[in-house]
């Protein structure tokens, strides 16, 4: 069992930057690969980004790539979202999620989420 509790949302300005973090409990967190989602008002929730459980494999959606940056620290047992020149449309509550298989960028795939953080990025 993994439990993941979300933190660092909060109002930026388009064009600022905000870390997120994920932190876990339990041993065997570095043995789960880490996921990123997002979930605006009314709309689906989307795949960020990913993490391999041991942190050297990393994929992006496309529309965050080349701005966000996902890293881990399994020593802390915590998963980074940086997360660099915000846009308005970035604007949602974001969550994390653990799942022990890699490349899943569906949330029926994972199989642990924590509460989510809220991001708003105004105009």
């Known amino acids: 069992q993994v439990q993941l509790v979300e933190s660092g949302g909060g109002l930026v300005q388009a064009g600022g930057s905000l870390r997120l973090s994920c932190a876990a409990s339990g041993r065997t967190f570095s043995s789960y690969a880490v996921g990123w989602f997002r979930q605006a008002p009314g709309k689906e929730r989307d795949f960020v980004a990913a993490i391999s459980w041991s942190g050297k494999t990393t994929y992006y959606a496309d529309s965050v790539k080349g701005r966000f940056t996902i890293s881990r620290d399994n020593a802390q047992n915590t998963v980074y979202l940086q997360m660099n020149s915000l846009k308005p449309e970035d604007t949602a509550v974001y969550y994390c999620?653990?799942?022990?298989?890699?490349?899943?960028?569906?949330?029926?795939?994972?199989?642990?989420w924590g509460q989510g953080t809220q991001v708003t990025v105004s105009s």
């Open positions: 999620a653990a799942d022990v298989t890699f490349w899943n960028t569906s949330p029926d795939d994972y199989d642990y």
